[in-house]
């Protein structure tokens, strides 16, 4: 105890003795930081390693591969589980009474006369009790397997245990797949190897083992060795890039390497988006039930279209996935992407694309090329018609524009010869109304030029506007649409937009994984955006068409097709195909389509969903369109058996006042009959909400049933 009565900190120990006084400590020097302040650490690469190496099986169109497990084509007959449990248990004791039977004598000793033939007496009666006991005790043992294993097979005890034995747990259990051998691990990058590219294939599996890898960075990488494997590149060129960069290497031209944000699971792998879970419905195919829905895209090259009412799931569901997924592939150099909707529609966040036309907004950083940036009037005429006046066009699958089309190839064609460029939408509609000063200045400087073919093209044009059937007028309305405030400074020239005021996009940059986004002014301008809308999808087709590099996917994405479907649209759609595009269009009912359009339409598309709350006509529609299948149809008669005797009369009034009903027999008949895979009527009342049927077809002709697919999960 201190002199204060306080008990020293040190307890019963004795005080440390002090040190003489020498040099100050020095303090060690603190660890160099691995990483600058503040940021978090760099993580290491097993979630990209376990990724890269998950399986992927090949599986149908549409199956979700990413960790997919093949399920038989047919279902296996499923034993109830009450009646198979019942069965194993009556088995058991009938295999017990018989065993008791035999034991105690009741059903006599013949059972041990194979012992007595077979084995020599002096084994049976020799003084040696363990000998003995061994053969005797050995013989019982070998009678009980034999019970054992008869009723077992009458009982299925072998389906119990597969059902709720090890086997389950085991399958119930997490599976480890064993790690890859070098040879087969795709982090080492062994295409790179074999093609002598040591260093570089070194360079990215290091990166990818410390975490520096992301997934768009190896599909980026992988299409840009597919470059060189073809000969676009050269194997200097990529190796030197990639032992500059790493991972960062073949950087898409915006510099991303992954989007702000993502929505749905992307597997860049195998290029798929998961939209959902095929219901376990008996209307789907076994081998799909309970398995990821996913869309890539070879299935998108065959194009999509949606249907479904308001609050169906459209655009959350199908469309901003899809858009998302785009996006990752034009980060990676695999696709170029054009999404158009209304603004405000929720198709992802604005830093998701490298351009965003705001039509209609002054702000809007990029304008939309009336003309498409092409240099031809005709071309640019036939585009322009079928933007203004392709729903005006017979509907039939024949019809087309052609009267619009010269109409304005006439007014096109002397403008551009005389000005280098072709005209603003206030200039065309000037021209289409007939105004004598733009047409006598135009006639003016045609004939100062000495152009006579393009005077004969405006005579014609004057000629043809005192004619009751004219469409010019019906042209000069259309662009009037345009021609509002709410559009000036918009729909500048491509190639001859020279004053800097503007920053026009043209969809001639398909050639580049571009990301595009196009917001329509549908508030306020429903008309204006139906003719933009026509605009894209027919630049759209006319673009994809002459691209030098096909190998690039192109697709368009429309939020909102009402309005677009025309003849000329679904022949464009039908030639996708051929040149590695596609298109996703949505629709709220085929009634927004015209109605000789809707059986092209749904013929022209490979990829065809119904979504929740479709009108039974509608329904009518996919049902032609999907058709019908041979089924087993099982047709079962209860037929009431009449007793003749006292005694079954006497049991059948016993089985009725038991059971409560008469004692019947049972028939049952078996036959093929054909019917629809999905009527009117449940495609209109029997999809729950949050759910859709959807058919697939690849752009190698592989199909997909109509599947029942929960959007939700």
């Not at 017990?96 to 105690?104: G, R």
């Not at 470059?227 to 890039?241: E, I, M, N, Q, Y």
């Not at 950083?365 to 092409?374: A, K, Q, S």
């Not at 009117?680 to 029942?708: D, F, M, N, Q, W």
Request: charged share 20%; aromatic share 6%.
């Amino acid at each position: 105890m201190d002199s204060d009565g306080t008990q020293d900190a040190q307890g019963t120990h004795a005080r440390p003795v002090p040190r003489p006084a020498g040099p100050p400590d020095v303090p060690a020097m603190p660890p160099r930081p691995t990483r600058a302040p503040g940021t978090a650490p760099l993580p290491d690469g097993s979630a990209f390693l376990a990724w890269v190496r998950a399986p992927r099986p090949e599986a149908a169109p549409g199956v979700w591969r990413f960790g997919y497990r093949p399920r038989p084509a047919e279902e296996p007959e499923q034993i109830p589980t009450r009646q198979l449990l019942s069965g194993a248990v009556i088995a058991f004791l009938v295999g017990w009474l018989i065993w008791s039977l035999l034991w105690n004598g009741y059903l006599g000793g013949w059972w041990v006369l194979p012992l007595e033939l077979f084995t020599p007496d002096s084994w049976r009666h020799s003084n040696d009790r363990i000998g003995n006991a061994f053969l005797w005790y050995g013989y019982y043992t070998l009678i009980a397997l034999v019970i054992m294993i008869g009723v077992g097979r009458l009982g299925r005890w072998s389906e119990v245990w597969r059902r709720y034995g090890l086997p389950a747990w085991r399958r119930a259990a997490p599976v480890h797949e064993r790690p890859p051998t070098p040879e087969e691990d795709p982090a080492r990058w062994n295409q790179l190897r074999a093609a002598g590219a040591t260093d570089a294939a070194d360079r990215l599996a290091a990166e990818a083992h410390a975490g520096l890898m992301r997934d768009v960075d190896h599909a980026r990488i992988t299409r840009a060795w597919q470059g060189v494997r073809s000969g676009r590149h050269s194997l200097a060129t990529f190796t030197g890039a990639v032992l500059k960069d790493g991972a960062a290497a073949c950087l898409h031209p915006s510099g991303e390497r992954d989007l702000p944000g993502r929505l749905a699971r992307h597997d860049l792998v195998t290029g798929q988006v998961r939209l959902g879970t095929t219901a376990d419905d008996p209307r789907n195919p076994y081998a799909y039930r309970g398995t990821g829905l996913a869309l890539a895209p070879e299935l998108l090259g065959t194009s999509l279209l949606a249907i479904g009412p308001a609050g169906s799931g459209k655009t959350a569901g199908v469309v901003w996935p899809l858009a998302e997924s785009l996006c990752l592939h034009a980060l990676a150099g695999r696709a170029a992407v054009v999404v158009v909707g209304a603004a405000g529609a929720g198709l992802g966040p604005v830093d998701a694309y490298d351009v965003v036309v705001r039509i209609g907004n002054p702000e809007s950083v990029y304008d939309l090329d009336l003309y498409g940036g092409t240099t031809d009037p005709d071309e640019a005429a036939a585009v322009l018609a079928e933007a203004l006046v392709g729903d005006l066009a017979d509907p039939h699958p024949g019809g087309d524009s052609r009267r619009s089309t010269t109409v304005l190839a006439q007014l096109l064609g002397p403008f551009r010869a005389v000005h280098g460029r072709f005209p603003s939408v206030p200039e065309l509609r000037q021209l289409l109304d007939g105004s004598p000063g733009s047409l006598g200045a135009l006639r003016k400087a045609l004939e100062d030029s000495g152009q006579e073919s393009l005077l004969r093209e405006l005579d014609a044009r004057e000629r043809q506007m005192g004619h009751p059937g004219d469409v010019g007028g019906v042209l000069a309305d259309r662009v009037a649409l345009l021609d509002r405030p709410a559009f000036a400074g918009f729909f500048e020239s491509t190639a001859f937009d020279t004053s800097g005021r503007s920053r026009p996009f043209s969809l001639r940059a398909l050639d580049h994984p571009v990301r595009v986004r196009i917001d329509l002014p549908a508030r306020g301008h429903a008309d204006a955006s139906r003719i933009l809308a026509r605009l894209v999808l027919a630049q759209f087709t006319a673009s994809v068409a002459v691209r030098e590099d096909r190998s690039l996917f192109a697709c368009l994405v429309l939020d909102d097709a009402t309005g677009v479907v025309t003849p000329e649209a679904v022949r464009g759609i039908q030639r996708l195909r051929s040149g590695n595009a596609g298109a996703v269009l949505t629709l709220r009912t085929l009634d927004d389509a015209p109605r000789p359009l809707r059986g092209p339409l749904l013929g022209a598309i490979g990829c065809r969903m119904a979504l929740s709350g479709l009108t039974p006509w509608d329904g009518q529609d996919f049902a032609e369109v999907w058709g019908k299948e041979w089924i087993e149809a099982r047709d079962v008669t209860d037929r009431q058996i009449i007793a003749e005797t006292p005694a079954g009369k006497a049991v059948h009034m016993l089985r009725r006042v038991i059971t409560g009903n008469a004692p019947t027999a049972r028939a049952v008949t078996v036959r093929q009959v054909e019917r629809e895979r999905w009527s009117a009527s449940e495609l209109a009342h029997a999809v729950p909400p949050g759910h859709a049927v959807l058919s697939l077809t690849s752009v190698r002709g592989e199909h997909a049933p109509p599947l029942l697919v929960d959007l939700r999960g």
